[in-house]
């Protein structure tokens, strides 16, 4: 589904190569758990396959099609990066959980699913009353769960997740890690995930594949 070749980043203002040339393939139903001492590079490669930074070589392609700038939106439907620390709008849980069908290139999908969205908190052991709480209360778990649920209600393929349990408290880490076992389990044989992740027993967890990045350069392992 998502590829890589030769793909490589350099820091804009310094020059300093952040990601040596990189090739790498997503295929469905792989779960990759990416490792990697911290500054080694690890988010740099999750945000240049989201298209979020420019390259500086290489190039990225969605099921063998390079992506143009016009693509780039609807790529990202399909290929959804998730940050350590989630931004949220002001309002409640609901609000943010509306606010991706208000975007141009969702404007021919079904619309927002309460019962939909209802259904995943409940995989994260949180109440239907969730989305009625201020965005602004909510602790770090609670924010991370509710920007879980804000990108997994769209339907995306591939998911890059950057650590999205490294600032939580045990509970909460393992209310996350629930909600994304049960994403991924609604269709095997066609999601696919990227997770950062630190712990190695988490890396056990929820990867059959391994990568590990170290002072930019990317290695990887076949699929047990």
Not at 144 to 164: K, M, Y
């Amino acid at each position: 589904m998502l590829a890589a070749n030769q793909l490589q980043r350099r820091d804009p203002r310094t020059g300093i190569t952040l990601l040596q040339p990189a090739t790498l393939a997503v295929r469905a139903g792989n779960r990759i758990a990416l490792t990697g001492p911290s500054g080694s590079g690890k988010s740099v490669l999750l945000r240049a396959l989201a298209l979020l930074d420019p390259h500086d070589g290489g190039q990225v392609t969605w099921h063998g099609q390079a992506i143009s700038g016009r693509a780039v939106p609807a790529y990202r439907c399909h290929v959804a990066y998730v940050r350590q620390r989630p931004a949220l709008l002001p309002g409640t849980v609901e609000d943010n959980l509306r606010m991706p069908y208000q975007l141009h290139v969702r404007r021919h999908s079904p619309g927002f699913d309460r019962d939909a969205a209802i259904a995943l908190l409940a995989r994260a052991e949180r109440e239907a009353g969730f989305l009625d709480k201020n965005a602004a209360d909510l602790s770090g778990g609670e924010a991370q769960i509710a920007a879980l649920v804000r990108t997994l209600q769209t339907g995306p393929t591939v998911l890059l997740l950057d650590e999205p349990t490294a600032a939580l408290d045990p509970a909460s880490a393992s209310a996350v890690e629930a909600l994304l076992q049960h994403w991924f389990a609604q269709a095997p044989e066609r999601h696919a995930w990227v997770w950062v992740t630190h712990d190695p027993a988490q890396a056990a967890r929820i990867g059959h594949q391994h990568w590990r990045v170290e002072a930019g350069r990317l290695s990887t392992e076949p699929a047990r």
